[in-house]
């Protein structure tokens, strides 16, 4: 790993001379006192020195695993985490730790079995998500000539990254290439050379020559990355905190990172400003100015973030810096997002370890949307990004060329420049995967048949599952799907799933169990009422209405329901979740011996939400002239509202009762009244308590339009506040 995205540097430039004598726990002391200043390679040194002395115990291993990680060394860190991950008191982090390590080497279907057992360890509800690390390399290898690449020859054995346009026809970039005769200065958080800036020429066929360094700015800390204005003389570069001579530290002595501007032509050469929100507490850096110039996209760790480091924005405003804008959750994660580039067509591209990748830091880009929000970001996927950390992306105004850095194998050695050339766009592509089971023996079904369906029960594709017994659709946003998997001698499988929100997931797993065709098997799906998407969370509860045994199950993020039944018996499903109107529905399996109750064709399961004061309208109450009595339709709709206030007891409603604008106000206020306590009746003699129910008849005094006394309107402008309603008032809680 080479010093790329270093945004927690301190100073500490004398090399190690040796370790104090003593037991292991001497050295586990002074390892410690480096792996918190985050000298993360002389922690490396220290801890095992102290397992070589024995003391192979679960803190020196955790350390040398996330040690070996954070120096990009993955390979050592998969042995020490295979060690960690065996301890009886493992904790979630290490099986994490593990799974990382693992998919950073290029072992994804390990690397899924361990993330995998890491969600089950944090993840409690029954929606919990596979990480689907393998399909997603699938995903992301899908389009291997989409991009052309190849290495720059101006790569060195030390750490060569972060090219940005210089003007037309130059870039500047970082490395430590550098090396000072006698004592050398090091990066303690890797025992590296510390950066500087260079120049290089592009030539004709993308690749760079002529590096040299940019000694203007070059200082005995670290310089780079940096980001320059469209015609090359602006410059806006990382630097330890240091101005004017003055390096600055925070309170536990670290040296942050900070942004300064320098132009490097005319009379004020090398002249260096700080950047107006510098701050010696926490770390600034890897710029990146708008084709504009107006726009400076920048890393920090600053608080207030969704964690680890993320990308902010400042704008210029009447010559001034605003303040730092957060890019939001479509683009920073708990984790590290670093080096933003903003494209000619106002894409940002950068580098991310929490959006789903290959692994390590993975390459991304976000289209521009509305008030300066970006899109979902896109993986740009393999030859670009890979196992290893790839990293500082840019590209020409003609969206065709340039250059990015990798630390993958096979280069000049560490962090290395690849040019590249995009042969087609990006597109954004999403999945459904998962795995068809045989319940009876708890195994994996090989070349069983898969169908993607629309809710109609058209047939969009069809697959066959792999030797692993998995299938995998493309599947399209904001669509509602039901998957369903055959199998001889064995009931249909069935799983639902939308992607109204699957630009955050990419790939929507579902597993599908098969049955054998024996018994009576109670299935459905719920949805939403009157928008897209399937129900998570709810309680679905089967009662036996002969024995009162029941069963229960949360639904997960189809909305799937399935319980097996017993024949010849009545039943009662009681639907549940918190802030939504319960549901039951009666179900019978009378003269029954075998087969499939679906239960939305028993009952619309579509669940509507409780919105305490907002009014719902009946649709069949009328009244005759000057009348209150209530007719065989007006009493069938006020039955299901029966219905629903049993099964919801602790509703609290108030029913309002409107007339139209014509007539005397205070006897439209009697009438309305003498209406809504008809309808109140109603709901008591059938069982409803009168504290539940509030009558209220307003009158015409909450018009819905116009037609207010002495307006003259047409009757069926008259009509609209001609309303029958209830509204919810409150919920009671036992």
Not at 176 to 201: C, K, M, V, W
């Amino acid at each position: 790993m080479g010093q790329r995205h270093l945004l927690f540097l301190f100073l500490l430039v004398l090399p190690l001379t040796g370790w104090s004598q003593g037991a292991a726990d001497g050295y586990v002391r002074e390892a410690d006192r480096h792996y918190q200043q985050m000298s993360y390679a002389r922690a490396v040194e220290g801890y095992r020195v102290a397992a070589e002395l024995g003391a192979v115990n679960e803190h020196v291993t955790r350390r040398l695993a996330d040690c070996y990680m954070r120096l990009g060394r993955s390979e050592e860190a998969e042995l020490w985490y295979a060690q960690a991950v065996k301890y009886l008191n493992r904790e979630p982090r290490d099986l994490y730790g593990y799974a990382e390590a693992l998919k950073s080497n290029g072992r994804y279907q390990e690397a899924e079995e361990w993330m995998d057992r890491y969600l089950q360890m944090v993840q409690t509800d029954a929606g919990a998500r596979r990480s689907n690390i393998s399909g997603f390399a699938r995903k992301f290898t899908q389009d291997l000539d989409r991009f052309s690449i190849r290495q720059v020859s101006t790569n060195t054995p030390f750490s060569d990254f972060g090219a940005a346009w210089l003007g037309q026809g130059r870039v500047i970039f970082s490395s430590s290439r550098h090396e000072s005769i006698g004592l050398q200065r090091r990066a303690a958080i890797n025992d590296q050379p510390f950066l500087d800036l260079y120049t290089a020429d592009v030539e004709t066929d993308g690749g760079l020559s002529n590096a040299l360094p940019l000694s203007a700015l070059n200082t005995k800390y670290h310089e780079g990355p940096a980001s320059a204005n469209a015609s090359g003389d602006v410059i806006w570069f990382t630097r330890n905190n240091f101005f004017k001579g003055r390096a600055q530290r925070s309170q536990n002595g670290l040296s942050r990172l900070s942004l300064y501007k320098a132009r490097i032509g005319g009379n004020d050469r090398g002249e260096v400003e700080q950047f107006l929100y510098n701050n010696s507490e926490v770390s600034i850096g890897h710029p990146s100015l708008s084709p504009s110039g107006r726009d400076l996209y920048f890393v920090s760790d600053m608080p207030g973030g969704f964690g680890g480091t993320d990308l902010y924005v400042c704008r210029e405003q009447a010559g001034q810096w605003g303040e730092p804008e957060n890019l939001g959750a479509t683009v920073n994660t708990p984790y590290n997002e670093s080096f933003p580039f903003i494209a000619a067509n106002g894409t940002l591209y950068f580098a991310s370890n929490g959006h789903a990748g290959l692994g390590g830091l993975d390459i991304f880009a976000a289209d521009p949307g509305a008030n300066g929000v970006f899109a979902a970001a896109v993986n740009v996927g393999a030859p670009v990004n890979g196992p290893k950390d790839d990293f500082a992306f840019i590209i020409d105004a003609s969206n065709k060329k340039g250059y990015f850095s990798s630390n993958r194998p096979g280069g000049a050695g560490d962090d290395d420049i690849y040019a590249f050339t995009m042969l087609a766009p990006l597109e954004q592509r999403f999945l459904c995967t998962g795995v068809v089971i045989d319940d009876e023996y708890e195994t994996p079904v090989i070349e069983a048949q898969v169908e993607l369906r629309d809710l109609k029960g058209q047939v969009l594709a069809s697959t066959l599952t792999d030797v692993r017994g998995e299938y995998s659709f493309s599947v399209e946003k904001d669509r509602e799907y039901k998957l369903v998997a055959r199998l001889k001698g064995r009931f249909d499988g069935e799983q639902h799933l939308s992607t109204e929100n699957i630009e955050k997931q990419q790939i929507v797993a579902r597993d599908i169990h098969l049955v054998p065709d024996a018994g009576i098997w109670l299935r459905g799906a719920l949805q939403f009422k009157d928008r897209i998407g399937f129900v998570s969370g709810a309680t679905v509860s089967v009662v036996n209405l002969s024995s009162f045994f029941s069963e229960s199950m949360i639904t997960g993020d189809g909305g799937d329901i399935s319980f097996r039944l017993q024949s010849n018996e009545e039943f009662e499903v009681l639907i549940e979740r918190a802030g939504f109107y319960s549901q039951s529905v009666p179900i019978s399996t009378i003269g029954m011996k075998q087969g499939l109750i679906d239960l939305n064709e028993a009952r619309d399961l579509a669940m509507e939400p409780i919105e305490i004061g907002q009014a719902v309208p009946f649709k069949y109450i009328r009244w005759a002239s000057q009348g209150a009595q209530l007719d065989p339709q007006a009493r069938t709709e006020l039955d299901a509202l029966v219905e629903r206030l049993t099964v919801n007891p602790g509703l609290v409603i108030e029913v309002a009762v409107h007339s139209d604008a014509r007539g005397d106000a205070a006897e439209l206020l009697k009438l309305t009244q003498k209406r809504a306590d008809a309808i109140v009746d109603h709901l008591k003699a059938k069982g409803i308590p009168k504290d539940r129910l509030v009558a209220k008849g307003y009158g015409n005094t909450r018009p819905l339009n116009h037609c207010v006394p002495g307006v003259q309107c047409s009757e069926e402008e008259y009509a609209v506040n001609r309303r029958n309603e209830y509204k919810v008032l409150s919920v009671k809680t036992d």
